[in-house]
C-alpha cells in the first residue's frame, strides 16, 4: 500500500504541474465567465428564447427545425441513417446524446492504405426503396459489362450493385486500379473509343487516350500501380501498348506489323503480359511477353481455326486461364504460365468464355451462355467444380467480368452519436487555445491537431474539432455534412446526393432538383442554417452535484488528476476572449454570449492513439487511422455505452468485455494512455469506487 501511495503521488504532482501551467495558457485572459450548463432546453444566449415554433431565428425555431422529421417528399434519403437531427442528438434534451450508431467500412489496399467502401466508408441503414438497400460488400466485387453499354458492380455472392457510370453510352470492358479506387473502362468519344479513368463512385472522370482516329480498348492496370496495358489499332491494326495511369508515354509493344493482338493481362509480379493473337484472320492462340515487348511467345500453339483467347494470370502466378474453341463451342481451360498442362474446366454445348480469377486464387469468374438471355456471368471453383450464376436479370447480357483487387470491406467498426451540448463553445475557441493544450501535454502522451477545410470557405483551413476523427471544424460544415450524410438531404453546401454503395441514386429521388435544402440568410440551405444557430445556442451538459458537490475537496476528481486521465480529458477551457471575433472565413462572428466563456468539457479536442483506433481514415490520409477524437467526458452520465464504438468492435482482450461500464471502458485504454490504465488497475476497490463516483457526476 505504501508502494502504491507513492506511485500515486508520483502520478499526481506533475499532473498537477502540467495543470498549474496551462490555467494561464488556455484561459490567456483576465476576467472569463462560466458558460452556461444546464439541462433545460433554454438558449445560452446566442438566439433570444421565443415562443413561436415557427419562427427560425429564434432558440424554439430553430429547435423545432432540428426536430422535424423529414419524409421521401422533403428530401429524406433515398439513402439515410435517421429521419431527423433529433433522432441521434436527443438524450436527456434535444442537441444531447443518444443511444444511435452509426457503421463505417472499408478494406486496405495492397500498400497498406485505407480505401473507402464504393461510395464512402458510412455505409446507410436505412433506404426508401428496398433496391438500394446498402450492406457491407463481403468479399471481392466484380465488375462487368452490361449489355455492352454499361458498367455493372456485383459482389461474389451476386448481390447487387448497379451501374456505376451516369453515363451509359458505348461504355465497356472495366476493370479496377490495384488499390480498388478506379475503374479503367473503354468510352464512345465521337464514335471512337477511348480509355478513360474514374472514381469507382463515377466521380473525376478523366479521359486516358485522346487519337481520334484509332480505338484504344480493353485496358488493364499492372499490378504495381505504375502501368497501363490496353490494345489500340492505330498502327497495323490492333497492338498492345503500355502507358503510364496518366495517360503519358504511350508505348506500342508487340509492334508485330500485323495486328490482331488484344486483351492483354499482367503477371501478379508486373513483368509480364500475356495477351490473344490472331493469325491467318481465323486462328487465335495466347501468346506471353516481357512488359517491353521482348520475348513473344506463342502458349497455346493450336494447329486448326481455333479461339484460344482472353487470358487472366492467376495470383500465384502460375497459370493462365483462357477460353478456347478447340472442342467445338467455347470452354474455360487452364495452363502453366510456360503453355504446359492445358486443362479444359466447363464442358456443355454453351459458350463459356472470359475468365478472371479473383484476387484469393480461389474462384474463376467467365461468361456463359447456358441461360436465356445472352451471356450471364458465373463462378467456380479452379478445377471446374461449383459452377454457379451470380446474376440473372431478364434478357440483360454481363460480359467480361473482372475482380476487384481486394477481399472485401474489412475494416469495419459502429461510431456512436455525439454530444452537441456546448459545442458553440467549442466552436469559438481558438485554434492557438487547442494547441497549447497539445503544446503542454507529455510527449508520450501528447495529440495530434489537424487542419481540415471548410465547406463554407473553400479555400480556407481550421483545427478540427468535431467528429471521433477531427475531421469537421465548423457547425456550419458539420450540418450540412451531417444533414446530407444522415438524413440524405442536399444542401449548397453539399448539393450531391449520396451513392448507394458507388451507384447512383437519382432514379429513386422524388425531390429535384437538387439542392433539396436551399435559401437562408447565408445562402448556405435554410435548414442547414438553422441546425447551425440552434446548436451554437446550446448551454453546456451539467454537472451533477448532488454526487460531487466539491471537486477540489473530493477524493475521485483527485484520483481523476492522479491518473494523469486530465491530461487528455482536459477540465477547463475558455473560448475566443474578445467578442466580435470573426472565424470560419469570416461567416460567423462570436458574440458576447459565446466570447471569453470558460467551459468543462473533460476533452482536449485532439485526436490520440490509446489502442482503440478503428482503422477508418477520413482526412490527413493515413496520419488518423489508428487516432480517434479524445471523448469529451461532459454528459458521460447521459450515455450508457461508452467509447466511440460502444465497445462493439472486438475490444482488446485487456477490455475484459463490452464497454458498457465505467471499469471496461478504462481498461480498453491502451496506447498513449497506458500508463494511465495500469494505475488504475493498481487502484484499491475503495479508490475505484470513488473514481467511478466522480465520473457519474460529469
Not at 426508401?128 to 461474389?156: H, T, Y
Not at 429535384?512 to 437562408?520: A, F, I, T
Not at 482536459?570 to 470573426?582: D, K, Y
Request: aromatic fraction near 8%.
Amino acid at each position: 500500500m505504501k508502494f502504491l501511495k507513492l506511485f500515486i503521488l508520483a502520478l499526481f504532482i506533475p499532473a498537477l504541474t502540467v495543470s498549474l501551467w496551462l490555467t494561464p495558457t488556455v484561459k490567456s485572459q483576465s476576467g472569463p465567465t462560466e458558460a452556461p450548463a444546464a439541462f433545460d432546453n433554454m438558449t445560452n444566449g446566442f438566439t433570444d428564447q421565443g415562443t413561436d415554433p415557427n419562427a427560425p431565428g429564434t432558440f424554439v425555431g430553430d429547435k423545432t427545425v432540428f426536430e422535424k422529421r423529414d419524409t421521401p417528399e422533403t428530401g429524406l434519403g433515398p439513402v439515410y441513417n435517421a429521419q431527423s437531427c433529433a433522432e441521434c442528438h436527443q438524450n436527456p434534451v434535444t442537441g444531447g446524446i443518444s443511444q444511435l450508431f452509426e457503421l463505417r467500412a472499408g478494406h486496405s489496399a495492397p500498400d497498406g492504405t485505407f480505401v473507402d467502401a464504393p461510395g464512402g466508408s458510412l455505409i446507410q441503414a436505412r433506404a426508401i426503396n428496398a433496391e438500394i438497400q446498402e450492406r457491407v460488400p463481403d468479399g471481392s466485387r466484380i465488375i462487368c459489362s452490361k449489355n455492352a453499354d454499361q458498367m455493372f458492380l456485383m459482389g461474389f455472392d451476386g448481390g447487387q450493385y448497379g451501374e456505376i457510370n451516369n453515363d451509359p453510352t458505348g461504355v465497356n470492358f472495366a476493370s479496377f486500379s490495384p488499390d480498388a479506387r478506379q475503374v479503367l473502362f473503354s468510352k464512345a468519344v465521337s464514335g471512337i473509343k477511348q480509355i478513360f479513368v474514374m472514381n469507382v463512385d463515377g466521380t473525376n472522370l478523366t479521359q486516358l487516350t485522346s487519337n481520334p482516329t484509332s480505338s484504344s480498348i480493353h485496358a488493364v492496370w499492372s499490378p504495381d500501380g505504375a502501368s497501363i496495358a490496353f490494345a489500340n489499332n492505330s498502327v497495323d491494326g490492333f497492338q498492345i501498348w503500355t502507358m503510364k495511369p496518366d495517360g503519358s508515354a504511350q508505348t506500342n509493344v508487340t509492334n508485330d506489323g500485323i495486328g490482331g493482338n488484344d486483351f492483354p493481362t499482367w503477371s501478379p509480379d508486373s513483368q509480364s503480359i500475356a495477351f490473344q493473337r490472331l493469325r491467318n484472320g481465323a486462328q487465335t492462340d495466347v501468346w506471353v511477353m516481357a512488359a517491353d515487348g521482348s520475348g513473344q511467345t506463342n502458349l497455346t500453339n493450336t494447329t486448326g481455326f481455333f479461339f484460344n483467347g482472353n487470358p487472366s494470370w492467376s495470383p500465384g502466378g502460375k497459370w493462365i486461364a483462357f477460353g478456347s474453341t478447340r472442342d467445338g463451342n467455347s470452354e474455360i481451360y487452364i495452363m502453366r504460365i510456360n503453355g504446359t498442362f492445358q486443362t479444359r474446366l466447363t464442358n456443355n454445348s454453351a459458350n463459356d468464355s472470359a475468365p478472371a480469377w479473383s484476387p484469393d486464387g480461389e474462384l474463376i469468374a467467365f461468361q456463359s451462355t447456358r441461360v436465356s438471355g445472352g451471356f450471364k456471368i458465373f463462378i467456380m471453383a479452379t478445377n471446374g467444380n461449383n459452377q454457379t450464376l451470380l446474376l440473372k436479370q431478364g434478357f440483360a447480357t454481363y460480359t467480361n467480368p473482372q475482380w476487384s483487387p481486394d477481399f472485401g470491406e474489412d475494416v469495419r467498426t459502429f461510431r456512436s452519436s455525439l454530444n452537441l451540448l456546448g459545442d458553440g463553445f467549442v466552436e469559438a475557441t481558438d485554434d492557438s487555445t487547442l494547441l497549447a493544450i497539445r503544446d503542454s501535454q507529455p510527449l508520450d502522451m501528447r495529440g495530434t491537431a489537424i487542419s481540415v477545410p471548410l465547406l463554407e470557405a473553400p479555400s480556407q483551413t481550421r483545427i478540427g474539432r468535431f467528429g471521433w476523427k477531427d475531421s469537421v471544424a465548423s457547425l456550419l460544415s458539420f450540418s450540412a455534412l451531417a444533414y446530407l450524410g444522415e438524413v440524405g438531404v442536399t444542401s449548397p453546401l453539399q448539393p450531391n446526393e449520396s451513392s448507394s454503395l458507388g451507384r447512383s441514386v437519382m432514379s429513386f429521388d422524388p425531390v429535384l432538383p437538387d439542392p433539396e435544402d436551399d435559401g437562408g440568410a447565408q445562402g448556405f440551405g435554410a435548414d442547414v442554417e438553422a441546425f447551425t444557430r440552434f446548436m451554437r445556442s446550446l448551454k453546456a451538459p451539467p454537472r451533477d452535484r448532488n454526487l460531487v458537490p466539491d471537486d477540489a475537496t473530493d477524493p475521485g476528481s483527485a484520483l481523476f488528476d492522479s491518473l494523469s486521465c486530465s491530461v487528455c480529458h482536459v477540465r477547463s477551457i475558455t473560448t475566443t476572449p474578445v467578442a466580435g471575433t470573426v472565424l470560419n472565413g469570416g461567416t460567423f462572428t462570436v458574440t458576447t454570449h459565446l466570447a471569453n466563456k470558460t467551459f468543462h468539457p473533460f476533452g482536449d479536442f485532439l485526436l490520440h492513439d490509446i489502442g482503440t483506433g478503428d482503422g477508418i481514415v477520413e482526412t490527413n490520409g493515413e496520419l488518423t487511422r489508428n487516432m480517434v477524437r479524445t471523448a469529451p467526458l461532459w454528459g458521460l452520465r447521459t450515455r450508457d455505452r461508452l467509447m466511440h464504438d460502444g465497445g462493439s468492435s472486438s475490444p482488446p482482450t485487456n477490455s475484459g468485455a463490452q464497454s458498457f461500464t465505467l471499469s471496461e471502458a478504462i481498461l480498453r485504454h491502451g496506447g498513449q494512455a497506458t500508463a494511465s490504465r495500469t494505475a488504475f488497475q493498481a487502484l484499491s476497490t475503495t479508490q475505484k469506487a470513488q473514481l467511478f463516483k466522480f465520473l457519474k457526476s460529469l
